[in-house]
């Protein structure tokens, strides 16, 4: 890694104007804006290089599930035509490769002091600062804080009984090691069949002597048909572009669609168009027709569709019908993207485990035990997923003005105005916060929008002399009050997701993401209207606003 700050540096003390969590995608660009503004910022990685969920995710089969061409930031057209995406989803060690060759190109790392965690922000009004405490001695009072933490970056392991007796190696998707993994002769259990169980159970079957998966809850998965890109996919694509770049600055979309156009075909016209739709591959199987997400009916013909291809593919009964999704409507939970999953049930060293049936009751020293049997075996693979888009925040000692804390604000769920700022913290704002589309939505372009509004705020500021900036308790309060409204008008609350915090035990069960239409509109109009719902001051004893 070209990073010479990392080891034995010096604890950074004093003013800066911003600090930035995380250098992700969201981290990364941020830096970069606000060094265009001539903003002094300072970033903080946990990890010893950038790529944020890429960084972490290195486990086998771990890809985008959005195609590599619209998974690129759209800010620099000269970036944009020098880097090659090689494959219509690229896997994981390329998109790190394109972190990385952004971080070099735009000489991003000299603002960021990796292996350094975050471990308090609290704001001290007589100044109008934050004071960003890390792990490793800094003492920052900045002006502002960003957090570019990341919606899927707390990984999470089950507390199952004897989880940590077990004698054998263990493993997190969401934690690999950077050395990789050999599971050459070895026995090994995953647990987890979301998208990170479901990219992974084919290749560590293919290398293992054994895999047997534990399975609470089947997954719908749609194939990726992932292919190398040609020059032609490339020419497609610059054709596509103002199209797209229009789409992106645009008002923003929302979920669901119109169902009418599906009701009004016959069952044979959307029966063809799932065909078509599952031919091309990927998570846009969703939108083969308006209201899959809204309609029951029409959903329901969409969940038909993908468990009668499950049952076509999988060759033994049984295992097929396990395998089928059946307690929550497609897309509900985040629709999976795979390469060959259910094929790999048809291997003779795959077994699946229908934990519905026979749950874990115990994890042992040698292996998994259920109500049925005990496997034995040499390595375990947690698939289990995140405390998503709260964790990481909630794990930072954050308080704000008057000592309210960021645990308090959220206790009943999290509660954010557009997902960028939480009333009572003044001066912080969130990449892809909850209540925006975030996790929704393709997270770059989201981060895009964010970063992009955040350095027009700080420029706002300093242009008029402002030094706090603070969301509006009652407006934020509508906001998230229409974030739940829009919601439940879907069929997202039908499923114990983690969009729900439904993985986690005692987590408010609160829809996170913004589903709604318009929402970069919205949050321009905020902008353009002097940020309006937000309350910006002057402090007189800060005559130079940072
Ligand atoms: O995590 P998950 P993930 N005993 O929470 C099971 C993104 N992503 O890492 O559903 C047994 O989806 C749990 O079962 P259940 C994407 O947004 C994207 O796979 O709770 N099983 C579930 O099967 C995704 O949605 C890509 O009943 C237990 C699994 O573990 C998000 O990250 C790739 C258990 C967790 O699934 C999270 O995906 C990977 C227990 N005690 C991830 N506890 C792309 O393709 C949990 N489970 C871009």
Redesign the pocket.
């Known amino acids: 890694m070209a990073d010479g700050s990392k080891f034995g540096r010096a604890p950074k003390r004093g003013e800066i104007d911003a600090v930035v969590v995380g250098a992700g995608f969201g981290g990364m660009y941020m830096l970069h804006k606000l060094r265009e503004l001539g903003v002094s910022a300072q970033g903080f990685e946990a990890g010893d290089g950038v790529g944020g969920t890429w960084y972490w ?1 290195r486990y086998p089969g ?4 959005v195609p590599s061409l619209f998974y690129s930031y759209t800010w620099s057209e000269a970036l944009q035509t020098e880097w090659r995406w090689t494959e219509k989803y690229a896997a994981q060690p390329e998109i790190l490769a394109y972190a990385n060759h952004v971080a070099d190109r735009f000489e991003l790392r000299s603002l960021i002091a990796f292996e350094t965690r975050v471990l308090s922000a609290h704001f001290d009004e007589a100044v109008d600062r934050w004071r960003v405490i890390t792990d490793r001695g800094d003492e920052l009072m900045a002006r502002y804080v960003v957090m570019a933490t990341g919606c ?1 970056s707390t990984p999470r392991k ?1 507390p ?1 009984p004897g989880v940590d007796d077990f004698a054998g190696a263990t493993y997190h ?2 934690a690999w090691p950077h050395e990789g993994v050999d599971f050459s002769g070895k026995r090994v259990a995953v ?7 479901i ?1 992974s159970i084919p290749q560590i079957a293919a290398q293992a002597e054994h895999v047997t998966v ?4 089947a ?1 719908y998965s749609v194939p990726a048909n992932n292919t190398p890109l040609t020059q032609k996919d490339i020419d497609e694509f610059w054709k596509l572009y103002p199209d797209y770049i229009a789409m992106v600055k645009g008002p923003g979309m929302g979920f669901g669609g119109n169902p009418a156009n599906a009701l009004a075909a016959t069952a044979e016209e959307r029966r063809q168009r799932f065909e078509e739709f599952w031919g091309v591959g990927g998570a846009g199987f969703l939108a083969a027709w308006g209201g899959i997400i809204t309609d029951i009916d029409i959903n329901t013909e969409a969940a038909d569709f993908v468990r009668e291809q499950i049952g076509k593919t999988v060759k033994d009964p049984k295992t097929a019908e396990a395998l089928k999704p059946n307690d929550h409507p497609i897309g509900t ?2 629709i999976c ?1 795979d390469i060959d999953y259910f094929e790999t049930y048809n291997r003779p060293n795959v077994t699946l485990v229908n ?1 519905k049936q026979t749950p ?1 009751e115990a994890v042992t020293a040698t292996g998994v035990r259920t109500s049925e049997q005990t496997y034995e075996v040499d390595a375990m693979v947690f ?4 405390d998503a888009m709260t964790g990481t925040l909630l794990a930072i000692d954050i308080q704000g003005a008057g000592g309210a804390t960021l645990k308090d604000a959220w206790a009943e769920g999290p509660k954010a105005y557009l997902g960028l700022a939480v009333a009572g913290l003044p001066n912080l704002f969130i990449v892809t916060g909850p209540g925006s589309p975030s ?1 929704l939505s393709n997270m770059i372009n989201s981060i895009e929008q964010h970063v992009e509004w955040i350095a027009d705020c700080i420029a706002y500021m300093r242009e008029h002399g402002f030094t706090r900036i603070a969301a509006d308790p009652p407006t934020q309060e509508k906001w998230v009050g229409h974030v739940r409204r829009v919601a439940d008008k879907t069929l997202f609350p039908r499923a ?1 997701s ?1 969009y729900m915090g439904a ?1 986690i035990p005692g987590k408010p069960r609160v829809f996170m993401p913004y589903i709604g239409a318009g929402y970069r509109k919205k949050c321009a109009d905020v902008a353009a209207a002097g940020y309006e719902g937000f309350d910006l001051q002057k402090a007189p004893s800060d005559a130079h606003a940072a």
Do not use: E, Y
Request: net charge positive; charged share 15%.
């Open positions: 995710n771990a890809r985008c599930d899927l089950p199952i998707t969401g647990i987890g069949t979301g998208s990170s169980g990219q534990f399975q609470r809850t997954n939970k985040r993207v934990l874990i698939a289990t997923g995140f996790v114990a983690w993985n």
